[in-house]
């Protein structure tokens, strides 16, 4: 997401703005205590963002605490909240977050510190996260990227399981997504850097959008950007293609809490998630939301009841 999430939490990346999820108002973190207390999640504003704060609040609930939910679409005032205690968790992504909190700290040209490798994005997470009185819990196998999709046909017809085997083979492709994808590292210039990929032209239909996914299905691109989250590429009859050579950084779902805020009851509850959500589990669930329109709370608790955790 998923490189372009930095600039989407506001971000409509991941999905659509869509409303079912319950909201309250803001409480501090001080109050929380191993016999309990009331805990503030916070998601930001989007789908995936809204299921994910449901689980950590119903998650919480279980473990004795209170938990109030608000949303917050504003990367600064998000991250504000979180430092100050007035949010006490939120969910972001490893290496999106982790050159944020860079960038915050170390100014706007500071070079990046995440990579694909999640464990190292993962370190340097930490590392920026405590200088912020900031906790990075354990991060779920569920990874939110940038993917690139292209017609169930269009594969067979040149063999292609991978984005290595599109740049063997030397096709020339338009490309289906936002305009800044000719710039940026992780879409355009990292396929043709990485890969080898030929792209003749930017058919502007944003990331992830039905337009995007309809321009390849109809032929008026040959490759569109998706993200690994989207469980709807299928219905359009498309395959994503590989990332073979890891070109996309580890953008794992990871829970953030406010470090006075933090017990051992909060961590084992929000650390139980992280070996069992999957992207193609989080696929689903947003499908769920956004394309069944059931609401964000009512998902994220019968996951979570699925998967023995309520």
């Known amino acids: 997401m998923a490189a372009l999430v930095a600039l989407i939490l506001g971000l409509a990346a991941c999905g659509s703005d ?8 803001s409480s501090s973190g001080a109050t929380a205590s191993s016999a309990g207390g009331t ?3 916070a998601d930001a504003g989007f789908t995936e963002s809204r299921i994910l704060a449901e689980m950590y609040a119903a998650l919480l609930e279980k473990a004795g605490y209170k938990a109030e939910r608000t949303s917050v679409q504003q990367t600064e005032l998000a991250q504000s ?6 949010v006490d968790a939120m969910p972001q992504y490893v290496a999106t977050y982790a050159d944020l909190l860079n960038t915050e700290i170390n100014g706007a040209q500071a070079a990046s510190v995440s990579s694909p490798d999640l464990q190292k994005s993962l ?3 930490r590392s920026l996260a405590g200088r912020r009185g900031l906790t990075v819990l354990n991060p779920a196998s569920a990874v939110d990227q940038n993917a690139f999709a292209v017609s169930r046909s269009f594969a067979t017809e040149h063999k292609l399981r991978t984005l290595s085997d599109l740049g063997a083979s030397g096709l020339s492709v338009k490309l289906a997504a936002g305009p800044e994808c000719a710039t ?3 879409c355009q210039p990292g396929l043709e850097k990485t890969y080898g990929i030929k792209v003749s032209e930017i058919v502007r239909t ?3 959008t039905p337009q995007t996914k309809a321009a390849v299905k109809d032929g008026k691109a040959q490759l569109g950007l998706v993200l690994t989250t989207d469980a709807t590429v299928a219905d359009s009859d498309l395959v994503v293609l590989t990332d073979d050579r890891k070109l996309q950084n580890a953008d ?3 829970p953030i809490v406010t470090t006075k805020s933090l017990t051992p009851k909060i961590s084992a509850a929000l650390n139980s998630l992280a070996p069992v959500l999957t992207t193609a589990d989080l696929g689903e669930l947003n499908k769920k939301v956004d394309s069944s329109r059931e609401k964000p709370a009512d998902v994220a608790r019968s996951y979570l009841e699925d998967k023995g955790l309520l």
């Open 18 to 25: 869509t409303s079912g999820s319950t909201s309250g108002g």
């Open 39 to 41: 805990l503030t999640v």
């Open 81 to 86: 909240s979180l430092e100050k205690g007035i």
């Open 123 to 125: 370190t340097a997470l």
């Open 184 to 186: 940026r590292p992780f």
């Open 206 to 208: 944003g990331v992830d």
């Open 252 to 254: 794992n779902l990871v």
